[in-house]
């Protein structure tokens, strides 16, 4: 009897230790040596990490326990990132959850907070010289040492993306800019008097050349100019929009100055350091070297190479601006407003906030992450990890990745001022083409590609099987979403105000591969893309010959060139709404013109992509069994495309074709197409306004000139169909937008879709 009452009362004493113990506390007032109860909680989430750890080790927590940390609001700063692996992992049904105890109250801060106490006017000589007169008095600075801020080293000499080294300034939620000229717009430049990469032995010679037309006299001091080196450019021409170029007399090379710059395409970034200015013959002289080259041609609508100055103390001039010394440890800095009522945070850390490596059934719930000079969070594989609820603001990387494993979700999140990508989602065995199931739902993703301003959108997606569905993307200088791989979904997501400053580029994008075939894009609203007298720029833009993909009842408004598929086959157009576009639908036939198209290691290699894949066997052959038979069936050619029940209303082009696509239609379906007040129905690559389609093709479309859509309510962009209207009546079939279903909405973790 004693030991049945014995058991019974252990029993008992082990499932109320079992229960409390499944819940941990951590507040900013903890310590690392506390108990983690609620009265007694630890102070950071390391040891409430390890306490589970050490229960679960002594078992007096079972590993199909559900675990929640409950974190208190309140400032949580990290010198390192925060690590969770496969021991630190739930069960499907009894997860482990780090939760805010209110929504984006608990904040984690990968930096140091400057004090009010710490800023001081500008009183060295030697400082105060140099800045402008107009605005010495409002410059503040900060001596780092003072608050045992170690030294951060130079930039280096070039750098894509956030900067090599830290930090960034962050004020009021923020990010300020790093002190440049011109403060708004861009320097331009026309002559390149060395474009950095040479292309054969006469390159120094050529040069020479090109600076005698200039009316100067250019040698490229100690430097081989027979290897990939540092251009040279003249900053002060006639003809140009180049600003007061006095104000390069002004700046110290010797402290570092860099040059942020599109200088060959429109879509290729690159911040370069200067070597050396000659302010008499108006020269400027890189050290870093660019990836492609320094003013060299580029199909655009922007017809000069563009740069900004950064990183100069004597362009702090703008309220905003800050400048490192970083010999000295000193910040100089132009509050906006008042700095003694103002939380301004250097952000230092490199290492992800948050990373969960082969995890498994792990929840982050509520949290406020950033400022961080490197990434919010950061996913490994694993199965079933899901970040709910957080706010994800003011990065110098990206926000969330998830990378590998499956069924990991992003929900509901709100991300801004991301430094590159917002969310990155891949995942999936291609070769076995098994899916991944990661998904990024109900996320509002704005102002991204800060620092990595091209091909670093809203979200990536790539691999197998993966989902972006119900996101609100916004405010970015080039693509919203990068995709790739096969049989991903992108769908029901608005996307707007895109694009702002590139060129030869889409709002959702993918490029150059055969086998990145199945992924659908359906029931998206895209609008109001590009800047306003930019025209190549594109809603969806399937670059390069890629192929297999479907564009399926999706809203394009104001998206300039909305589909543009540059000579693929076999992707398919249908009952999709085009309004106010440059053009609806494009199709050209570079695969058939452009030399470069398959070469081995080099250029596009689309086959030697595909024979990586082993497709013209299973799977591959029998999911797709036209790419299977690809090389014996016109490959350069565009074949298989389909064009069918789309309704296009008053856009300049319908439908843009080149000359071979016009002789291949017969391959190609273009059916049942309903064109509204078009201004040219047609139009090929030599801008021949009277190419028609043939006969056979042009009597499957209907031309309705005198009928209006009759829309619910277009000022506030409410494309439905008045019902009973002509047009509404006169649909085709299949052709059903479920507008009210598309964008952000509301659920347990988002209070708000603004």
């Not at 990490?49 to 007096?60: E, F, K, N, P, V």
């Amino acid at each position: 009897m004693k030991q049945l009452f014995a058991l019974a009362i252990g029993l008992l004493f082990a499932t109320c230790f079992s229960v409390e113990a499944a819940e941990y506390y951590v507040s900013p007032a903890g310590t690392a040596a506390a108990a983690g109860t609620a009265n007694d909680p630890f102070g950071s989430l390391e040891p409430a990490r390890d306490a589970i750890r050490l229960a679960r080790s002594a078992g007096t927590l079972q590993p199909d326990e559900a675990v929640t940390v409950h974190v208190a609001p309140g400032d949580y700063f990290f010198t390192q990132g925060f690590e969770l692996r496969k021991e630190d992992s739930g069960t499907k049904d009894a997860p482990v959850i780090y939760r805010s105890e209110k929504p984006f109250e608990a904040k984690l801060i990968g930096g140091v907070t400057l004090p009010a106490s710490v800023w001081k006017r500008v009183e060295a000589p030697a400082i105060f010289g140099r800045l402008d007169h107009s605005v010495r008095r409002q410059i503040r600075v900060a001596d780092l040492n003072e608050l045992d801020i170690p030294a951060m080293k130079e930039w280096g000499d070039q750098f894509r993306g956030r900067p090599d080294a830290p930090p960034e300034l962050i004020f009021n939620e923020q990010p300020m800019t790093v002190a440049r000229y011109p403060n708004e717009g861009w320097l331009e430049f026309k002559t390149a008097l060395d474009s950095g990469n040479p292309h054969d032995e006469q390159a120094e010679e050529r040069t020479q050349t090109i600076a005698q037309q200039a009316g100067v006299t250019f040698i490229h001091p100690d430097v081989d100019t027979t290897k990939k080196h540092g251009g040279a450019f003249l900053y002060d021409e006639e003809g140009l929009s180049t600003r007061t170029a006095e104000r390069f007399d002004r700046w110290n090379v010797a402290d570092g100055v860099w040059l942020f710059g599109y200088w060959t395409h429109d879509w290729a970034e690159q911040v370069l350091k200067v070597a050396h200015i000659d302010t008499q013959q108006k020269i400027l002289l890189l050290q870093g070297i660019h990836h492609y080259e320094i003013g060299g041609t580029s199909w655009s609508d922007f017809k000069e190479r563009r740069y900004f100055v950064m990183n100069v103390l004597e362009e702090l001039d703008a309220p905003g601006e800050w400048y490192l010394d970083r010999q000295a440890n000193r910040l100089y800095f132009y509050p906006p407003s008042r700095i003694e009522n103002a939380t301004v945070v250097l952000s230092i850390l490199e290492q992800p906030l948050i990373t969960l490596r082969d995890a498994e059934n792990i929840q982050l719930q509520g949290f406020s992450l950033g400022p961080t000079f490197g990434q919010g969070v950061a996913i490994q594989d694993g199965t079933n990890n899901v970040i709910l609820g957080c706010r994800i603001k003011n990065t110098g990387q990206g926000g969330v990745s998830l990378h590998g494993g499956t069924v990991n979700r992003v929900q509901s999140c709100d991300l801004e001022n991301i430094g590159s990508t917002g969310i990155v989602i891949s995942g999936g065995d291609r070769r076995t083409l098994t899916p991944a199931g990661n998904m990024a739902v109900n996320n509002h993703v704005k102002n991204f590609g800060r620092w990595a301003r091209t091909y670093n959108g809203a979200i990536s997606v790539h691999g197998v099987g993966n989902i972006v569905r119900n996101n609100k993307m916004h405010e970015g200088p080039h693509l919203a979403v990068a995709y790739g791989g096969n049989e991903n979904r992108i769908e029901r997501n608005e996307i707007f105000n895109v694009l702002s400053e590139t060129s030869d580029a889409g709002a959702l994008y993918t490029g150059r591969d055969w086998t990145t075939q199945g992924n659908i894009i359906a029931e998206n609203f895209i609008h109001n893309i590009g800047v306003a007298d930019v025209n190549h720029t594109m809603g969806v833009y399937i670059d390069d010959c890629d192929s297999g993909d479907t564009i399926e009842r999706n809203i394009f408004y104001r998206a300039k060139r909305a589909v543009f598929i540059g000579g693929g086959r076999d992707n398919i157009a249908r009952s999709n709404l085009f309004i106010e576009c440059y053009q609806g639908i494009h199709l050209d036939s570079r695969g058939m013109t452009w030399r470069q198209w398959n070469t081995p290691g080099d250029g596009w290699n689309l086959e030697e992509k595909a024979e990586a894949l082993d497709y013209k066997n299973p799977p591959w052959s029998t999911r797709y069994p036209k790419l299977a038979t690809i090389m014996s069936n016109m490959p350069q050619a565009p074949l298989g495309n389909i064009f069918a029940n789309n309704v296009m209303i008053d856009c300049t082009m319908w439908l843009h074709l080149d000359g071979n696509v016009l002789g291949l239609l017969e391959r190609d379906d273009i059916e049942d197409n309903i064109i509204i007040r078009e201004n040219l129905i047609i139009e090929n690559a030599v801008k021949s306004a009277d190419a028609k389609l043939p006969p056979n093709k042009q009597g499957l479309q209907r031309f309705l000139q005198n009928v209006e859509p009759e829309f619910r309510n277009p000022r506030k962009m409410d494309f439905r169909f008045t019902e009973g209207s002509p047009l509404s009546e006169a649909l085709p079939e299949g052709f059903d937008i479920p507008y009210e279903n598309i964008g952000i909405y509301i659920d347990e973790y988002r209070t708000s879709v603004r």
